[in-house]
């Protein structure tokens, strides 16, 4: 049994999915590795992981306005504000989302649908770095 693990930086400039499929490809390709597991990891509370529809913009677009309603930023309904307006319906967001995730690889290959993506999803208006955590654990 082997393991590799790096992080992997992602830099946003507000909300929406940013898809990091091509990136976590690209370092599971430079393994040796052919069968086994990965794990990905957010190292964050206010920003989460998604496998989600890579094909249909759209997709994405629906889903930040569907967090924005159910987690809207209105300062009546939250003490939490530490940061801005944001900072607790991001918390919301995420606890809602995951900031886990597991994928098998088969034959050097994660086994994504032919439609699916891996996204990073952030839930704050300011840019900021975010930090994913890869796992690769197998043979």
Known sequence: MHQASTALEVQTSGQRLYEITREVTRWIGDRDLQNGLLTLFCRHTSAS????????????????????????????????????????????????????????????????????GIYLFEHRHRPHRRNVVLHLIGE
């Open 49 to 116: 992981l998604l496998i989600q529809e890579n094909a249909a913009p759209e997709v994405k677009n629906d889903l930040v306005a569907f967090f924005g309603r159910i987690a809207p930023e209105d300062p009546e309904r939250y003490e939490h504000d530490d940061e801005g307006p944001d900072d607790m319906p991001a918390h919301l967001k995420t606890a809602l989302t995951q900031v886990s995730l597991t994928i098998p690889l088969v034959n050097g290959r994660l086994v994504l649908g032919t439609w699916q």
